[in-house]
């Protein structure tokens, strides 16, 4: 009987340096984030986002077309802004609510539905940076939703001669809006969408909480504020993701307020990033929890 | 009707998470009214936008598209519909049965929690309270008809169902009128409109023209949802 | 009496043919589906279960269609391939539903009856959602039998069971093929094929390559020679004298399970069969064992796949 070998017909094992986690989890991150839209899938995954990224710039464009009109048409009147910065993403808010709605669940649910969870975590990934690594892809994804349209509306305003500074100074802080508006929604969606196998229950459940929540808050603030009740309005904004981010934003980037209800520039306005803050992490923990059940 | 079809679907739908949040969005209408209520009091003029908005506008739809979808989108995509279509049962039965189920749970979940909300808010169960009571049941079938079909031609039921109740209903909706004159919504509100007196906006389309839209719009639905599980086609893996 | 007829039934999705112009018949007895994966047998299946329309070609049961035909059900039972299943229910209310759903007049009779078929009675009670594979496929078998059917087709059933599930199994499906019912099975699993079905339809690349007894099969493959091992006591003269003869292709000496032996190729089966024996006596060679060595159905079966 002959020893037990491997012949050399081209198997070779391979005992060289490998590339480690830190590549592993930049590949799970840029291969998440080109998923959101449907790049290196089929067309028909390509569509949903592009177009409701579409819809989210065509307000900026429109905007400058406009002004870029009636600059020249009547120049002696004063520039409009039919979008302004401040209120963008408020205002167009359930385009992005239905892009995170309809892309978390394609996120995260397939990993779970197809138990390939195991076959992640046996490679050097650990559970944590599989959750860094989504959570970073989607917030990526919404920043360039949001961070797109902004930077139309001051490459146009440019184009178009008004003032950069004083643009800039509107910008800007949009900018800091966007960030947070993504990491909010990002923490959010992602935090439903893995609490379920099954996508399609994903996006109702996104959508439902999202839009159940933004109803009740401003119905509740439209009543408050007609009977008077101000900043209890304001305090209310806590309770829903868009309005959230609205009252962090009037609050901690020094932002004129957008909307109903009254925030508060002293301390009481600042219940609003604890709040932020807090979310955050409640979210990052139910995600661990989460994924510490799965795959064990 | 089969009701070996109602029984399996009903569990079916009543013992996951989905139940939970079907349990969960009602709950929160009924606390908004309760807060509305220690707020401003028995105020009629609060009370109409509030149950025209969130009962019919947000409840409503959203739980018509978790119930509609519910009852059969999941059981085509892990091909458990096959025990089902492997009988000698008749298509309308299968299709119908999951229908009511799906009216049966979006009343459940939308219409009693209107009514709760509406004596709530105007203290007593008078008048607008029936007329939007009556109005989230018509749009519930109507809703639920469109949902099922959806969740029989379509692998993303609940996407393009969102799209419609959402975006060309309530974004579209709220900027055209005539796009408003063709969604269920509207319709579900004329019936309200009717009932009630003088509720302030009125509804794009008269209720002797709503109704019929309603029942034609459900009667296609199950037709096409019945044609197409006819020839639904399993191929084995995914 | 139910047979299956596939007539000149293909099916295509695009540029892709899963299913190429195939006509067969299945009849009463057990037949056995066999093909490599990928080979259009699962295709083959859902036509004839009702759950595909052959894009030409008909599928018809005793000349009824299959295809948009509900009451074809009460004859068909069909035991799917994925392993898909009302979890919540335990087995019992799920033998019950199916019976149910079948319309019979007695269908907790029925229900039980399945159950103990399948030795499913103990578990019956538990959630499905606890079972193992093997439990799953057995509930799947029960939810196919409850109605007695004269046809069953089952899609990879030993896909996942223990060595006795598959004689449990292998014991139903003869049962069942001699009581008359026709039953289809499709497999990549040879030997369980061998033990089980008398009559094999052999699928490749959707196209059907062969019908019938595997071994009838082999001997009508007249263009691959035949093999035997053949051990002797002097293998090496009854080599020289063997390839004399016509009917002999090739002769080998080598090692064989343990032990010098004589491998032989020969082109006609018949000549040899009835000229080895002759050659040895002649050259007062002593045979001590003589065997096909690729009457299998593994090797008709990669014939038939790499022709």
């Given at each position: 009987?002959?020893?037990?070998?491997?012949?050399?017909?081209?198997?070779?094992?391979?005992?060289?340096?490998?590339?480690?986690?830190?590549?592993?989890?930049?590949?799970?991150?840029?291969?998440?984030?080109?998923?959101?839209?449907?790049?290196?899938?089929?067309?028909?995954?390509?569509?949903?986002?592009?177009?409701?990224?579409?819809?989210?710039?065509?307000?900026?464009?429109?905007?400058?077309?406009?002004?870029?009109?009636?600059?020249?048409?009547?120049?002696?009147?004063?520039?409009?802004?039919?979008?302004?910065?401040?209120?963008?993403?408020?205002?167009?808010?359930?385009?992005?609510?239905?892009?995170?709605?309809?892309?978390?669940?394609?996120?995260?649910?397939?990993?779970?539905?197809?138990?390939?969870?195991?076959?992640?975590?046996?490679?050097?990934?650990?559970?944590?940076?599989?959750?860094?690594?989504?959570?970073?892809?989607?917030?990526?994804?919404?920043?360039?939703?949001?961070?797109?349209?902004?930077?139309?509306?001051?490459?146009?305003?440019?184009?178009?001669?008004?003032?950069?500074?004083?643009?800039?100074?509107?910008?800007?802080?949009?900018?800091?809006?966007?960030?947070?508006?993504?990491?909010?929604?990002?923490?959010?969606?992602?935090?439903?969408?893995?609490?379920?196998?099954?996508?399609?229950?994903?996006?109702?459940?996104?959508?439902?909480?999202?839009?159940?929540?933004?109803?009740?808050?401003?119905?509740?603030?439209?009543?408050?504020?007609?009977?008077?009740?101000?900043?209890?309005?304001?305090?209310?904004?806590?309770?829903?993701?868009?309005?959230?981010?609205?009252?962090?934003?009037?609050?901690?980037?020094?932002?004129?307020?957008?909307?109903?209800?009254?925030?508060?520039?002293?301390?009481?306005?600042?219940?609003?990033?604890?709040?932020?803050?807090?979310?955050l992490a409640a979210a990052l923990g139910i995600l661990v929890a989460r994924y510490r059940k799965v795959a064990s | 009707m089969n009701g070996t079809v109602l029984s399996l679907t009903f569990r079916g739908m009543l013992g996951r998470r989905r139940s939970l949040l079907l349990f969960a969005l009602p709950i929160v209408m009924i606390a908004l009214a309760v807060v509305i209520r220690l707020i401003v009091g028995v105020d009629e003029d609060t009370a109409v936008p509030m149950l025209q908005r969130f009962a019919l506008g947000i409840l409503l739809p959203l739980v018509a598209l978790i119930a509609g979808t519910g009852v059969i989108a999941p059981e085509i995509d892990d091909g458990e519909i096959i025990y089902l279509l492997a009988k000698p049962v008749s298509r309308w039965s299968i299709v119908a049965s999951k229908l009511v189920t799906a009216i049966v749970l979006t009343v459940a979940f939308t219409t009693v929690p209107t009514l709760i909300a509406g004596v709530v808010l105007t203290g007593g169960a008078a008048d607008p309270v029936p007329g939007f009571a009556a109005g989230t049941i018509v749009g519930a079938v109507a809703y639920c008809a469109v949902f099922v079909l959806l969740g029989v031609i379509s692998r993303h039921a609940v996407v393009f169902g969102l799209l419609y109740a959402l975006v060309w209903e309530t974004l579209v909706g709220g900027y055209v009128p005539g796009a408003r004159a063709v969604s269920v919504q509207d319709w579900a509100y004329s019936l309200t409109y009717s009932m009630s007196t003088d509720l302030g906006t009125k509804p794009e389309v008269g209720a002797a023209v709503a109704l019929p839209l309603l029942a034609a719009v459900t009667v296609v639905a199950l037709c096409v949802a019945v044609q197409r599980l006819r020839s639904l086609s399993l191929t084995g893996d995914s | 009496?139910?047979?299956?007829?596939?007539?000149?039934?293909?099916?295509?999705?695009?540029?892709?043919?899963?299913?190429?112009?195939?006509?067969?018949?299945?009849?009463?007895?057990?037949?056995?589906?066999?093909?490599?994966?990928?080979?259009?047998?699962?295709?083959?299946?859902?036509?004839?279960?009702?759950?595909?329309?052959?894009?030409?070609?008909?599928?018809?049961?005793?000349?009824?269609?299959?295809?948009?035909?509900?009451?074809?059900?009460?004859?068909?039972?069909?035991?799917?391939?994925?392993?898909?299943?009302?979890?919540?229910?335990?087995?019992?209310?799920?033998?019950?539903?199916?019976?149910k759903l079948h319309k019979l007049p007695n269908p907790r009779e029925a229900a039980e009856r399945a159950l103990r078929l399948v030795e499913m009675t103990e578990a019956a009670d538990r959630a499905i959602g606890t079972y193992s594979k093997g439990m799953r496929q057995r509930m799947k078998m029960a939810s196919a039998l409850v109605h007695d059917p004269a046809v069953l087709l089952l899609d990879e059933p030993f896909n996942g069971m223990d060595p006795r599930q598959r004689m449990q199994l292998i014991e139903l499906i003869n049962g069942m093929g001699a009581a008359g019912r026709t039953v289809l099975f499709s497999s990549h699993i040879l030997e369980e094929v061998e033990q089980v079905a008398a009559h094999i339809e052999v699928v490749v690349a959707g196209r059907h390559a062969a019908s019938g007894d595997f071994r009838e099969i082999r001997r009508l493959m007249t263009d691959r020679p035949h093999r035997f091992v053949i051990r002797s006591d002097d293998d090496r003269r009854l080599a020289s004298a063997l390839i004399a003869h016509d009917s002999v292709g090739a002769v080998e000496l080598a090692a064989h399970g343990g032990g010098a032996a004589l491998h032989v190729q020969a082109a006609d089966f018949g000549a040899f069969v009835a000229a080895a024996p002759q050659i040895a006596r002649k050259n007062g060679i002593r045979l001590w064992e003589v065997l096909p060595a690729d009457e299998s159905l593994e090797s008709v079966f990669a014939y038939l796949v790499t022709s």
């Open positions: 009987m002959t020893a037990t070998t491997i012949h050399d017909i081209g198997y070779r094992h391979y005992g060289g340096p490998r590339l480690g986690r830190g590549y592993a989890i930049r590949s799970l991150y840029s291969n998440s984030l080109r998923g959101v839209f449907g790049l290196g899938r089929p067309g028909r995954a390509k569509v949903l986002p592009f177009a409701l990224f579409a819809l989210m710039c065509i307000p900026a464009l429109v905007s400058v077309a406009v002004r870029l009109v009636m600059a020249k048409l009547v120049p002696t009147a004063p520039p409009i802004n039919l979008f302004p910065y401040r209120a963008y993403i408020f205002d167009l808010q359930a385009i992005s609510a239905i892009f995170l709605a309809a892309q978390s669940p394609q996120m995260v649910s397939r990993d779970l539905r197809f138990h390939v969870m195991p076959l992640y975590l046996s490679r050097p990934i650990r559970r944590f940076d599989y959750i860094l690594a989504k959570l970073a892809a989607m917030f990526s994804a919404l920043l360039i939703v949001f961070a797109a349209p902004l930077t139309l509306l001051y490459l146009g305003a440019l184009l178009n001669k008004m003032n950069a500074w004083d643009q800039l100074t509107q910008y800007g802080p949009a900018l800091g809006g966007a960030v947070v508006y993504a990491l909010v929604l990002a923490a959010f969606g992602l935090c439903v969408a893995s609490l379920t196998p099954r996508r399609g229950f994903g996006v109702a459940a996104i959508i439902a909480l999202y839009l159940v929540s933004y109803g009740a808050v401003s119905i509740l603030q439209g009543i408050l504020v007609a009977n008077t009740y101000d900043s209890a309005a304001g305090y209310v904004g806590l309770l829903s993701p868009y309005t959230l981010v609205e009252g962090f934003q009037t609050w901690a980037l020094r932002q004129e307020h957008t909307g109903i209800g009254y925030v508060e520039p002293g301390a009481g306005g600042a219940v609003f990033v604890v709040v932020v803050v807090a979310v | - | 009496m139910s047979t299956i007829k596939i007539e000149q039934a293909s099916r295509w999705y695009g540029n892709v043919v899963a299913v190429n112009d195939v006509t067969m018949t299945i009849g009463p007895g057990v037949t056995g589906l066999l093909g490599p994966n990928g080979a259009g047998k699962s295709t083959l299946i859902h036509m004839m279960g009702g759950f595909l329309a052959p894009s030409a070609g008909a599928v018809t049961l005793d000349g009824e269609p299959i295809w948009r035909n509900q009451g074809v059900y009460r004859k068909i039972g069909l035991v799917p391939e994925r392993e898909a299943a009302y979890d919540f229910l335990t087995g019992r209310q799920f033998a019950l539903a199916n019976a």
